[in-house]
């Protein structure tokens, strides 16, 4: 792919942003009929748009070809036309266009700029989805990590409907090209996803009255009880947690990186580590890891050199698999965060009880995305308000980590309503 | 040293350290080899952390057989641990890391001060005062000796610092030698005294005597913003020469190798080619130049002291990866008798001939997911 120039993107935007009058013009409901379909192509494995993933994203983004399948079928499953309907209606109210939410209205901006980030496909879906639902049409720049998924929405949008199609360009550039980044930044609303030096750099150029609407980064985690660690339970609870590792080598912001355990007796903490471990190796198989990158090859020996050398010096820490295994499971002897170096690492806490949880995550809490709970009983809605005392926008089971709802509050945000301007209209 | 067997080894690096200088600097592999598995030996059963690590990866003495199969312990376990091969109390001296991106501060202890000052002179007068070497004058011939000028603190006002400590053997060392001419220090209380510096600029320019600047390049940074502020530019005597080390994480502004190199061209006319970058670390003994002045003209590249190897290796499977191609820097230094000899450092580099270059993160690598790598938020979240 050829970057595109300062006065490439300028063109792009000015497409779109004419191309928005149409869109704006047309009943929500014809827009959503549209993209269900379009829902429907990514979810049929047999669709052209499928095969294309299956084909390109490994090759692309270092991601098995095992991952990307099972990924994708375990994301999009619920992506369905009544979520998307429910996920409308919930925001937007279930007015078809003009007065939203009865006396409110809804207006998506004259253009939106989706600055794209991170190599997993679903997440790209939604960026480019979402402002067409309410009406914007929009310029997206591919991540350097992906320059292949932006490309397929766009494309499986014509399929269906040509001329929403043409609300839609995708560009690339360098994120160093100054004066391709303003051309970018100059539509009405910007939404970006990245590091919190990318956000904070995006925002100081994007003044109001533009919007700016940010995606940083984040980390997950898991909490268990003692119930998810009993025999019966403990080979389901591994092998859901593995599942959530393994999809996308970790490195989405809902993969856990260390698992919390409560008020568990050491031989049941350290039957939990072996189980990890074992599912990790079985997962090699079924969902071998992907590509990694020398730097992050590196971090992740050295993580384990270096749990390896605690545990040497007496410390009550155990590492589990070989230096060479493409993954590792530490059991540490503290709540302490550690380093996460991702692909496949995966760190497991003791916790005295659900009291010291909170002091056990303080660190995370600004960043923490999703907290998979399991094993509490009774105790389960006061874990999940614990977690979401701390900030977790999201609180499932283990093995539905990667499968968030399309209507998930994404950072603690709505979908669809961080993208419009709301005009309330009163009655008399 | 109060071990008998250290005291053994220690006494045979010293004397390589202080085999009297020449150009070529014979690298000797099989003397290499034969200490390194020596003082494997010794660590592995003096340094008890580290014999178990090697054991449980099935590296003893009686399976070792060359220094290539040394098993190296990360820098991160420095931080985490006190890697001595002596008693805790017999220690004279902690060196500690910068701490710049993490709560925790890496800690090298030691003995004994011997070989690690041992190790400085020759290697900082081979790569920047070569003519010594050579036994000819640093530039022209009727120069005075040169004089070094370090931006960093001194080691009074930073006792655990290596670098502070290596500037201060140095001035003393070629000092005591009269290789040197009025030189000190240009760090007070961690502030620039920008108006010494100069007046010590100025003085060197008035005697025609070379300048060797020396410092972290944070410190030159701030020391050519002032300059420029001042809208300087001076044409430091000939044969001036810089050494720069560190970088600029964490600090207020960063800005590439090249474009610092640009700036010391531009305020001091000095030319990249008399530019040094020194590579070390606090928990090695031995640093690591630039090749530009002891081989000008050549490929710039980071050459090794004799008692020092850089190995680059596979991450995924430790094995060395094909000449040219990117690994990590695993490197073995005799000079580190009294904790762990070999290290594997956190940086990505690539061979060059017969040295090395070092790489920053991969380049064009962006995150690949939204996961934040859990170092980058901590270093965000500052201590815990």
Redesign the interface.
């Given at each position: 792919l050829s970057a595109s120039s300062a006065r490439e993107v300028s063109d792009a935007l000015g497409r779109v942003r004419g191309c928005g009058k149409t869109l704006r013009a047309r009943p929500r409901s014809e827009t959503l009929c549209v993209l269900a379909q379009v829902l429907d192509r990514w979810r049929d494995p047999t669709s052209k748009t499928r095969q294309s993933l299956d084909h390109m994203l490994p090759e692309a983004t270092g991601f098995s070809r095992e991952v990307v399948r099972a990924g994708l079928a375990h994301a999009l499953g619920g992506w369905t036309d009544e979520a998307l309907r429910a996920l409308v209606q919930r925001e937007l109210g279930g007015g078809a266009g003009a007065l939203d939410r009865g006396a409110v209205l809804a207006t998506g901006f004259g253009s939106t700029s989706v600055l794209l980030a991170g190599a997993l496909p679903t997440p790209t879906l939604l960026a480019i989805l979402a402002p067409l639902v309410v009406g914007s049409p929009v310029l997206a720049r591919t991540s350097s990590s992906d320059p292949v998924t932006a490309r397929l929405v766009a494309a499986s949008i014509a399929e269906v409907d040509p001329e929403l199609a043409a609300c839609v360009e995708i560009v690339e550039f360098a994120v160093d090209d100054f004066a391709a980044m303003e051309a970018f930044l100059s539509a009405e609303c910007v939404v970006a996803s990245g590091s919190d030096a990318t956000l904070s750099a995006v925002a100081r150029r994007v003044r109001p009255p533009r919007r700016f609407v940010g995606y940083g980064h984040r980390v997950s985690v898991a909490v268990l009880g003692s119930e998810a660690l009993a025999p019966p339970s403990l080979l389901e609870t591994c092998a859901r947690l593995v599942f959530d590792v393994g999809l996308w080598d970790q490195l989405g912001c809902l993969s856990p990186l260390a698992v919390y355990v409560v008020a568990a007796e050491p031989p049941q903490i350290e039957g939990l580590a072996m189980g990890m471990a074992s599912a990790l190796a079985q997962a090699e198989v079924k969902l071998p890891r992907g590509r990694t990158p020398t730097s992050a090859s590196a971090a992740f020996a050295r993580a384990r050199a270096e749990a390896e050398m605690r545990s040497a010096a007496g410390q009550d820490v155990d590492v589990y698999g070989l230096p060479t295994d493409p993954w590792c499971v530490v059991r540490e002897d503290s709540a302490q965060f550690r380093e996460a170096p991702l692909y496949r690492f995966v760190r497991i806490h003791p916790v005295a009880d659900l009291a010291a949880l909170p002091g056990a995550l303080a660190g995370l809490a600004p960043h923490l995305a999703a907290v998979a709970i399991d094993g509490f009983g009774a105790n389960s809605p006061k874990a999940a308000e614990l977690a979401a005392s701390l900030g977790a926008s999201r609180i499932c089971a283990p093995g539905r980590m990667q499968a968030p709802p399309l209507g998930w509050h994404h950072d603690g945000q709505g979908v669809l309503t961080p993208l419009c301007r709301f005009s309330d209209v009163e009655s008399d | 040293v109060s071990d008998p067997a250290r005291a053994a080894l220690d006494a045979k690096v010293l004397a390589w350290m202080r085999e009297p200088a020449c150009l070529e600097w014979p690298q000797e592999e099989e003397r290499f080899d034969r200490l390194a598995c020596e003082l494997f030996t010794f660590q592995f059963e003096r340094c008890?952390?580290?014999?178990?690590?090697c054991a449980?990866?099935g590296r003893t003495p009686g399976t070792v057989r060359s220094w290539r199969e040394i098993p190296a312990?990360?820098?991160?376990?420095f931080k985490?641990?006190a890697l001595r091969s002596f008693r805790a109390e017999e220690a004279v001296h902690v060196f500690r890391t910068s701490g710049t991106s993490a709560a925790r501060r890496g800690e090298l202890h030691l003995d004994t001060l011997a070989l690690y000052e041992a190790s400085v002179v020759p290697s900082f007068v081979q790569h920047l005062l070569p003519e010594l070497v050579r036994g000819i004058p640093v530039g022209p011939a009727s120069a005075p000796p040169p004089r070094l000028r370090i931006l960093a603190p001194t080691p009074a006002a930073a006792p655990d610092s290596s670098l502070s400590h290596m500037f201060g053997v140095l001035l003393r060392e070629l000092g005591a030698r009269g290789a040197i001419g009025p030189s000190g220090f240009d760090l007070d209380a961690g502030e620039l005294q920008f108006r010494g510096w100069l007046r010590a600029l100025e003085d060197a320019l008035e005697h025609d005597a070379p300048l060797v600047l020396c410092g972290t390049a944070f410190a030159f940074v701030h020391a050519l913003d002032e300059l420029a502020r001042l809208g300087m530019h001076l044409s430091l005597p000939a044969g001036s020469r810089v050494m720069e080390t560190g970088g600029f994480k964490g600090r207020v502004r960063e800005l590439s190798r090249e474009a610092l190199y640009g700036l010391l061209e531009e305020r001091l006319s000095i030319p990249s080619s008399a530019i040094v970058n020194q590579y070390g670390m606090t928990e090695l003994a031995s640093q690591f130049h630039d090749s530009v002045l002891r081989f000008p003209g050549t490929l710039r590249r980071k050459l090794a002291p004799p008692w020092a190897r850089v190995r680059l290796v596979?991450?995924?499977?430790?094995d060395p990866v094909p000449p040219g191609e990117?690994?990590?820097l695993v490197i073995h230094d005799l000079g580190n008798t009294s904790s762990v000899s070999a290290v594997?450092t956190?940086d990505?580099g690539r061979q060059v001939e017969d040295g090395f270059e070092i790489l920053g993160?991969?380049p064009?690598?962006?995150?690949?997911?939204?996961?934040?790598?859990?170092?980058?938020?901590?270093a965000?979240?500052g201590p815990?």
């Open positions: - | 008890a952390p580290y014999g178990r690590f449980r990866r312990v990360p820098t991160g376990a985490e641990l596979d991450p995924a499977t430790g990117i690994g990590v594997e956190a990505l993160r991969e064009g690598a962006e995150a690949r997911g939204c996961s934040l790598a859990a170092e980058e938020m901590l965000g979240s815990a």
